[in-house]
C-alpha cells in the first residue's frame, strides 16, 4: 500500500488535501452519473420566493432572501437544495423514465443551529439528483435497489482513494435496511440520533426508512418537508414511506454520520396527503405545486448527497472544515487549533 500522501508536513498537508478533495469528488461524481444514469446540468443559486421552488426544510429556517435591481418587487431566495427545481428541469429536458440528472448544488442555510458541531456548515454543497421513474416503480424494491447502486458509487470512490492516498476503507462491503419503526421497537428508550449510532455501529452502513413519518408513539424519526419525499405511501412490510437516509459509521467521530437524504417523489395524492398532515394546505396555490397536482410533472426519484461529508468521511477528517472554506464561532477555532486540526 502506497504511503499516504496525506501524512506530510504541516505546511505540504493543506495543498495534498486541497489535491485528494477533488480527487474524491471527481471520482465520486463520475461513479453516481454512470450507476444512475444522469447527465450533469446547470442549476440555479437562487430561486422567487413564491414559485414553489423552494426547499422548505422542516419549515422554520429562514432562506438568504434579496431583490434584484429593476426587476419589481420580485423576492429571491438562496436555495435550500433543488429537490423540487430538479422535478421541473426533467420536464423542461424531456426525460424518460430512466433518465436522470445531477447538479452541483450550492446553498446557505443560515438557520443551522449547531454550528459547534464538527458535521454542520452554513455552507452546504451537494450532489442534487434526480431521476424520471414509470409510476410502477413507486416500491420499496425500486428505492432499495437504486440506495444500492448509490452505495456501490461510494464504496468504488473509497477503494481508489486507498489505492491513490492510502487511507485504508473502513465501509462493510453492503448497506443494511432499517425502518424507523424498527428501530423504535428495538430501542423504545432511547432518542432518534442515539438509534442510529446504535444501528449504524452495528452495520457500519445502513439506509433508515421512512423518515418524516409518524412513529407508533406519535413522534417523527427527523423532520421531512411534505412535498417532495413519500414518507406515507404503505409498503409491502406493513409499514409506510419511500424515502429515508444514508447513514455510515464514522469511527474518527465516533458516530452516526449521515450522507444522504433520498426517496421516491410524492404524486399528487401523497403530497395532499402530507400537506394535510402538516397543516401546509396553502402550498397548492404555489406554482409548483399547481403543476403537480395538474399532472404536469414527471414521477421522480432523487435526493441529495452531502459534498464535504463525503469527501470528510473518506479523508478520515475531524471537521467539515478541513475539507470546505466557512466561517465558524471563535469557540470552534480555538478548540481545532487546540487540536491541531487546521481548517480551509
Not at 419525499?229 to 449521515?258: K, P, Q
Not at 414521477?299 to 475539507?323: N, P
Given at each position: 500500500m502506497p504511503t499516504s500522501t496525506l501524512e506530510k508536513t504541516k505546511k505540504a498537508n493543506l495543498l495534498e488535501t486541497e489535491k485528494a478533495i477533488t480527487f474524491v469528488k471527481r471520482i465520486f461524481s463520475k461513479k453516481l452519473e454512470s450507476y444512475l444514469n444522469l447527465t450533469r446540468v446547470s442549476s440555479p443559486l437562487y430561486t422567487a420566493a413564491d414559485s414553489g421552488v423552494q426547499d422548505n426544510l422542516n419549515g422554520t429556517e429562514n432562506a438568504v432572501s434579496f431583490k434584484i435591481k429593476n426587476n419589481g418587487s420580485v423576492n429571491y431566495e438562496i436555495v435550500h437544495s433543488l429537490a423540487k427545481w430538479k422535478r421541473s428541469a426533467l420536464e423542461r429536458f424531456n426525460a424518460e423514465p430512466g433518465q436522470g440528472i445531477v447538479t452541483d448544488m450550492k446553498a446557505l442555510r443560515p438557520d443551522e443551529p449547531d454550528l459547534t458541531s464538527s458535521i454542520h456548515s452554513v455552507y452546504v454543497d451537494q450532489w442534487d439528483w434526480e431521476k424520471v421513474i414509470d409510476p410502477a416503480d413507486r416500491n420499496l424494491d425500486f428505492l432499495k435497489a437504486n440506495v444500492r447502486k448509490i452505495y456501490q458509487s461510494l464504496k468504488g470512490t473509497e477503494e481508489r482513494v486507498t489505492e491513490e492516498f492510502g487511507i485504508e476503507g473502513i465501509l462493510p462491503d453492503e448497506i443494511s435496511f432499517v425502518h424507523t419503526e424498527e428501530l423504535v421497537e428495538k430501542w423504545p428508550d432511547k432518542t432518534p440520533r442515539e438509534r442510529e449510532d446504535l444501528i449504524t455501529r452495528a452495520n457500519g452502513a445502513v439506509f433508515?426508512?421512512?423518515?418524516?413519518?409518524?412513529?407508533?408513539?406519535?413522534?417523527?424519526?427527523?423532520?421531512?418537508?411534505?412535498?417532495?419525499?413519500?414518507?406515507?405511501?404503505?409498503?409491502?412490510?406493513?409499514?409506510?414511506?419511500?424515502?429515508?437516509?444514508?447513514?455510515?459509521?464514522?469511527?474518527?467521530?465516533?458516530?452516526?454520520?449521515?450522507?444522504?437524504?433520498?426517496?421516491?417523489?410524492?404524486?399528487?395524492?401523497?403530497?395532499?396527503?402530507?400537506?394535510?398532515?402538516?397543516?401546509?394546505?396553502?402550498?397548492?396555490?404555489?406554482?409548483?405545486?399547481?403543476?403537480?397536482?395538474?399532472?404536469?410533472?414527471?414521477?421522480?426519484?432523487?435526493?441529495?448527497?452531502?459534498?464535504?461529508?463525503?469527501?470528510?468521511?473518506?479523508?478520515?477528517?475531524?471537521?467539515?472544515?478541513?475539507?470546505?472554506?466557512?466561517?465558524?464561532?471563535?469557540?470552534?477555532?480555538?478548540?481545532?487549533?487546540?487540536?491541531?486540526?487546521?481548517?480551509?
Open positions: 433508515i426508512i421512512g423518515i418524516g413519518g409518524v412513529l407508533p408513539d406519535g413522534s417523527i424519526h427527523d423532520g421531512r418537508a411534505p412535498d417532495y419525499d413519500d414518507w406515507t405511501s404503505e409498503t409491502s412490510e406493513g409499514r409506510r414511506g419511500l424515502n429515508g437516509d444514508i447513514m455510515v459509521w464514522n469511527s474518527v467521530l465516533g458516530r452516526a454520520f449521515e450522507l444522504s437524504s433520498m426517496g421516491i417523489r410524492v404524486d399528487r395524492e401523497t403530497m395532499l396527503k402530507q400537506l394535510e398532515i402538516r397543516d401546509e394546505m396553502g402550498r397548492c396555490e404555489l406554482d409548483w405545486h399547481k403543476k403537480l397536482i395538474n399532472g404536469e410533472l414527471p414521477q421522480t426519484i432523487g435526493g441529495g448527497i452531502g459534498q464535504s461529508r463525503l469527501v470528510m468521511f473518506i479523508l478520515q477528517k475531524h471537521h467539515i472544515g478541513e475539507v470546505q472554506v466557512s466561517e465558524w464561532p471563535d469557540n470552534v477555532l480555538e478548540a481545532c487549533k487546540e487540536k491541531d486540526i487546521e481548517l480551509l
